[in-house]
C-alpha cells in the first residue's frame, strides 16, 4: 500500500514539472547551436566545469557523518520545492524573480564569504534554467568564492527523484 503512494507521489510531481517547463520555456526545444540551446547556453555559463556537482557525488557529500556540510539553496519554485527537495535545502524564491534574488541577497549579508554554496533549482532542463543565472551571478558579486551548482541535465524529477536519491518534503520555515 505504501508503495502506490509514493508512485502516486511521484507522478504528481512529474506532472508538476512537465508543467513548470513548459511554462518557463514552451513545449519547443531549440535547434542545436540556436540561441537558446545547450550548445549555445555552455558558452555563457557563469560557472565553471569544476564548479559543477553531479547528484550521486552530492548526496554523498550531504550524507557523510562529520564535517561541515555546504548551504544548499534552492532557488526555483516554492510548490517544486514543498513536493520534494534536497534534505536540509533553503528556498528564498526563484532566482527569475526580484523578490527572490532580494531574499537571498539579504540572508547572505549574514554568511561568510568563504561559506561552501551549492545552488539548484530542477524546474526544467538546467541549459535552460531562468533561476540558475540570477542567483549565481547575485551571490558571486556579493564575493561569495565557493559557490557551486547542482548537475541537473534535465530536471529534478529526472535527475534525482527517478534515481531515488533522498528528498524531504514540505517547508523547512
Not at 502516486?8 to 510531481?13: G, M, N, P, T, V
Not at 516554492?78 to 537571498?104: C, M
Not at 561552501?116 to 535552460?128: A, F, N, R, S, T
Not at 548537475?151 to 524531504?168: I, N, T
Request: hydrophobic share 40%; proline share 6%; with cysteine.
Amino acid at each position: 500500500m505504501k508503495v502506490r503512494h509514493v508512485l502516486k507521489a511521484i507522478f504528481a510531481l512529474s506532472v508538476t514539472l512537465t508543467a513548470v517547463g513548459l511554462y518557463c520555456h514552451g513545449a519547443a526545444r531549440p535547434k542545436p547551436g540556436a540561441k537558446g540551446s545547450r550548445e549555445e547556453s555552455e558558452s555563457t555559463d557563469l560557472w565553471t566545469a569544476a564548479q559543477l556537482v553531479q547528484p550521486a557525488d552530492f548526496v554523498k557529500e550531504i550524507s557523510a557523518a562529520g564535517g561541515s556540510k555546504p548551504l544548499v539553496i534552492c532557488v526555483g519554485f516554492d510548490f517544486l520545492y514543498q513536493s520534494a527537495h534536497i534534505p536540509g535545502a533553503v528556498l528564498y524564491g526563484p532566482g527569475r524573480e526580484e523578490s527572490g534574488i532580494k531574499a537571498l541577497e539579504n540572508a547572505a549579508k549574514a554568511w561568510p564569504h568563504h561559506r561552501e554554496i551549492v545552488l539548484y533549482c530542477g524546474c526544467c532542463p538546467m541549459k535552460q534554467c531562468p533561476n540558475l543565472r540570477p542567483a549565481f551571478q547575485s551571490l558571486q558579486g556579493m564575493g561569495f568564492t565557493h559557490l557551486r551548482v547542482l548537475d541537473l541535465e534535465h530536471d529534478f524529477r529526472q535527475d534525482w527523484l527517478q534515481k531515488g536519491l533522498v528528498v524531504e518534503k514540505g517547508s523547512a520555515k
